[in-house]
């Protein structure tokens, strides 16, 4: 249980078209959703927090016009690249709170985003 | 700020014998600590975590110890298999509800055969 699906797993752009990639919770509802990026050989850098229904809360230097994140229901967020540049290639991981509290976390498998 | 430090970034310890991931953190909000591991172009897998109001928290070969004063975790993996041979990361929450994890940057431990 608590499986959180992501996709696609791969995928390779132009430069300043837009990317979504979806992340799904499939045996859970999630209200919270958490999106994280990861560069090479670097942390987990927390991006925004996805609240079902309601606007998602980013963390302090993202760019909430660049990263448009939709959480319309309570199993499926949304995080969308918009003009994406060859800086924003990154490997971008979704994750949500399936025992709530902050106690529970389960992660997506990630999204390897390559803009050329 | 780095509130969650991992300070050593590669670690190498020989099958059978104990590895020792260390953590260190700098805020005292913090009080749920989990550690997860992580293969390459995957994301993180949950290992074990313990709360503040423990000491130590043990699960199979994995036990997390805690030391608030010091605010310092680590986690001990005994008997040391190849299959451990990961990239392994610390993360910290604050109080009930807050629900975000800060991250360290990882420590990768090879196991050697």
């Known amino acids: 249980g608590a499986v959180v699906s992501q996709h696609p797993s791969r995928v390779i752009c132009k430069s300043g078209t837009s990317v979504k990639i979806e992340c799904r919770s499939l045996d859970f509802q999630a209200t919270t959703m958490f999106w994280y990026r990861q560069f090479p050989k670097q942390s987990l850098m927390l991006m925004a927090t996805?609240?079902?229904?309601?606007?998602?809360?980013?963390e302090q230097g993202v760019e909430k016009d660049k990263f448009l994140i939709n959480h319309a229901s309570l199993t499926l967020s949304t995080l969308t690249v918009t003009s994406a540049h060859p800086e924003d290639s990154s490997f971008y991981i979704c994750?949500?709170?399936?025992?709530?509290?902050?106690?529970?976390?389960?992660f997506g498998s990630g999204t390897r985003l390559t803009v050329v | 700020d780095q509130q969650v430090k991992q300070n050593s970034p590669s670690l190498s310890v020989q099958e059978g014998r104990i590895s020792i991931l260390n953590c260190d953190y700098t805020?005292?909000?913090?009080?749920?600590f989990l550690w997860y591991k992580k293969y390459p172009a995957e994301g993180p897998t949950f290992l074990i975590s313990i709360s503040s109001i423990k000491d130590k928290n043990e699960d199979g070969r994995f036990t997390v110890f805690l030391n608030k004063s010091a605010k310092h975790l680590s986690l001990h993996i005994v008997p040391s298999q190849p299959g451990d041979s990961a990239v392994y990361f610390c993360?910290?929450?604050?109080?009930?509800?807050?629900?975000?994890?800060?991250f360290g940057q990882g420590t990768r431990l090879t196991i050697n055969p």
């Open positions: 994750s949500a709170d399936y025992q709530g509290g902050g106690y529970g976390y389960t």
């Open positions: 993360a910290a929450s604050g109080k009930e509800g807050a629900q975000k994890l800060v």
């Open positions: 805020n005292s909000m913090f009080d749920y």
């Open positions: 996805s609240n079902e229904g309601s606007k998602a809360t980013y």
